[in-house]
């Protein structure tokens, strides 16, 4: 079965840190484009950070870059996102997803999903 789960989700104050894991298993992550995305509350997603399959060219929203930093380790089949300064506007369910899409940030393209992780910035 092919699936990837998140998890790592949880309470954190602002300014803390959270890592969050997306494992997949059915497949092998190392040859696929991997996407962390965000739905806050009443919004609609959000892409957060993406990385390459081959060379690990990473690419992130503006609003994370320089706090957010996404890593894989595919020994372990395995990709990270390390999150540190967060702001309470960081609050959203945060979601792994797979594929090989035409352009690093169409969401449509990515075939596989995870069922998301609750992060919370609250004090």
């Known amino acids: 079965q092919v699936q990837l789960v998140e998890s790592g989700g949880g309470l954190v104050q602002p300014g803390g840190s959270l890592r969050l894991s997306c494992a997949a298993s059915?497949?092998?992550?190392?040859?696929?484009?991997m996407y962390w995305v965000r739905q806050a509350p009443g919004k609609g997603r959000e892409g957060v950070s993406f990385?390459?399959?081959?060379?690990?060219?990473?690419k992130y929203a503006n609003s994370v870059k320089g706090r957010f930093t996404v890593s894989r380790d595919n020994a372990k089949n395995t990709v990270y996102l390390q999150m540190d300064s967060l702001r309470p506007e960081d609050t959203a369910v945060y979601y792994c997803?797979?594929?090989?899409?035409?352009?690093?940030?169409?969401?449509?393209?990515?075939?596989?999903w995870g069922q998301g992780t609750q992060v919370t910035v609250s004090s």
């Open positions: 990385i390459h399959p081959s060379d690990e060219s990473t």
């Open positions: 059915g497949f092998t992550l190392s040859s696929y484009w």
């Open positions: 997803a797979a594929g090989h899409p035409t352009m690093w940030a169409i969401m449509q393209e990515y075939d596989t």
